[in-house]
């Protein structure tokens, strides 16, 4: 595995050597569903056993957050310049708000390493960033908790290519000739996000389907009852244009029944359907 690690950080630096690619990070926790690990904190170096939050923890490197473009909302990202960093961790606001008033910054937050025996490992939080959906949105966002803990063997980077399939290639190769036995497997991170979202997607596509037909079989019947009232009141038209009743004036008094009817089809429909889309978007944290 440690081999492994460092052929990972290695191919990592040769990645970046690449033309299209702008910045990577040794990590498999993305914000999408896939790695979680969870740990037990507490703001007091004193537990009781009790009072604790499970926050969402992630093993990351100092190039993390640039490559991801998290906003740093305070403090400072990892560096390899501070070797207490290893005992550093980033937090996002939800995980912020634990500490009541004031910036966290340089306080302690302490991880549960045995319920039983109440062990805590202190850890300083030298960074705030903003929260961010790394749930699906009918979630809230919860506590998350960045440690510099490079994770082994995936890697997400950001590219800025048009030639996507011959940067691919060229990442392949790179890939067999340092890691011949493993495959190369890789996915687009805005993939990955609408793939959380498939039962909405084919909601929607089947809710526009049958509202098209809807619409149609509507119009087609309304095109019918209209068709219908002008022949029955073919002499009526005729003796008014004799009269000398404009185009807008006859086609007014067609009308004016029909513009009723949908008016009160409108005014019963609006109501239905707001109250339908407030109760689906109720869903959404």
Not at 110 to 136: A, M, W
Not at 200 to 221: D, K, N, P, W
Not at 275 to 281: K, P, Q, V, Y
């Amino acid at each position: 595995q440690n081999t492994y690690a460092v052929n990972t950080r290695t191919f990592r630096h040769e990645f970046l050597q690449m033309p299209g690619v702008k910045s990577a990070t040794v990590t498999g926790f993305l914000p999408v569903s896939g790695n979680r690990e969870e740990q037990g904190f507490v703001t007091s170096p004193v537990f009781d056993g009790k009072n604790f939050t499970i926050m969402q923890q992630w093993p990351v490197d100092e190039n993390y957050i640039p490559t991801l473009q998290i906003h740093l909302k305070s403090g400072r990202n990892f560096s390899p310049e501070f070797s207490s960093d290893s005992d550093a961790v980033i937090i996002n606001e939800a995980a912020a708000k634990l500490f009541g008033v004031g910036s966290p910054v340089n306080k302690k937050l302490y991880e549960i390493k045995d319920l039983t025996t109440g062990r805590l490992v202190p850890n300083t939080v030298i960074g705030v960033i903003s929260n961010f959906n790394f749930n699906s949105l009918h979630e809230k966002v919860t506590p998350l908790v960045l440690k510099l803990y490079p994770e082994k063997g995936s890697i997400a980077i950001r590219i800025n290519t048009a030639d996507i399939s011959g940067l691919l290639s060229q990442i392949k190769a790179k890939w067999k000739t340092m890691a011949p036995s493993e495959p190369f497997s890789y996915s687009f991170l805005d993939d990955e996000f609408n793939k959380q979202y498939n039962v909405e997607q084919r909601t929607g596509t089947i809710s526009l389907i049958f509202s098209a037909l809807a619409i149609l079989i509507a119009c087609l019947g309304l095109f019918g009852l209209v068709t219908y009232a002008a022949e029955q009141r073919t002499k009526e038209i005729g003796i008014r244009k004799v009269l000398g009743a404009a185009i807008p004036d006859i086609v007014g008094l067609l009308s004016r029944d029909f513009v009723k009817l949908i008016i009160i089809s409108l005014c019963i429909a609006s109501p239905v359907a707001w109250w339908m889309m407030n109760r689906w978007l109720q869903a959404f944290a």
